[in-house]
């Protein structure tokens, strides 16, 4: 995993708004890119005096990217459907459970699940395939993604740029890096608790309750 880390910061380093969209459009499909490793470190070369991109062009090409990731999971659930989904996703990062995690989600919270998901570790990154199979209208699809997806990019583009403001070497020196760790410890332990948080309430907000389970199984 490391390896690829290194390889897409370099995307963002090289690509600049490109790698960023390129990222995030993986990101919000199957392709498991954080975006926390995307959108943080781009602003961080923004908010260099030397930079290229500036703090709002990172959120809009982390949006745009979001969208077109989130459009082509989208089209491919209408296409293919859920048996082969079922069938097939395995292989591409998007096992029985995931999915059935982002179908319980999208049936009980519908075309605002789709704006809170951008919020949401794993659902994230599937949610656009149970709103192609819903047909959830594409214009609502699209609002509510384009929307959770900029506020989502926003705060982490946010998170970078205070950094990278204050550390403005830390891509490039490990010293800088452990110095600026150390100083941002609070936004970074804040920053853990509330992913976990946000898993805890995925968890519990997709859960498949035991009324549920008992009428799959005799559909089975």
């Known amino acids: 995993m490391h390896e690829w880390l290194v390889i897409w910061m ?6 600049g708004y490109a790698g960023v969209a390129l990222l995030m459009a993986m990101e919000s499909s199957i392709l498991p890119v954080p975006s926390e490793v995307v959108v943080p470190p781009a602003a961080i070369l923004a908010a260099h005096p030397d930079g290229t991109m500036s703090f709002w062009g ?5 949006t745009v990217g979001s969208y077109v990731g989130s459009c082509i999971m989208y089209a491919m659930a209408l296409w293919v459907g859920r048996p082969f989904i079922l069938r097939f996703g395995r292989w591409f990062f ?5 999915l059935t995690k982002a179908e319980l989600f999208m049936q009980r919270y519908s075309a605002p699940g789709i704006f809170f998901s951008r919020f949401l570790p794993v659902v994230r990154h599937l949610i ?17 993604t384009i929307s959770g997806s900029a506020i989502w990019c926003a705060v982490l583009a946010w998170f970078g740029d205070k950094v990278g403001r204050e550390h403005p070497d830390i891509l490039k020196s490990p010293e800088t890096l452990v110095h600026a760790v150390k100083d941002e410890t609070g936004l970074i332990v804040g920053g853990v608790f509330l992913l976990a ?16 389970t008992q009428s799959r199984e005799r559909a089975d």
Request: charged fraction near 20%; charge should be neutral.
């Open 128 to 144: 656009s395939i149970p709103a192609g199979l819903a047909r959830v209208d594409f214009l609502t699809f699209s609002l509510a």
């Open 197 to 212: 948080a946000l898993y805890a309430l995925m968890r519990w907000m997709t859960r498949e309750k035991s009324g549920n």
């Open 10 to 15: 370099q995307w963002v380093e090289d690509l």
């Open 58 to 62: 990172v959120v809009a090409a982390g």
């Open 94 to 98: 998007m096992p029985e459970h995931k």
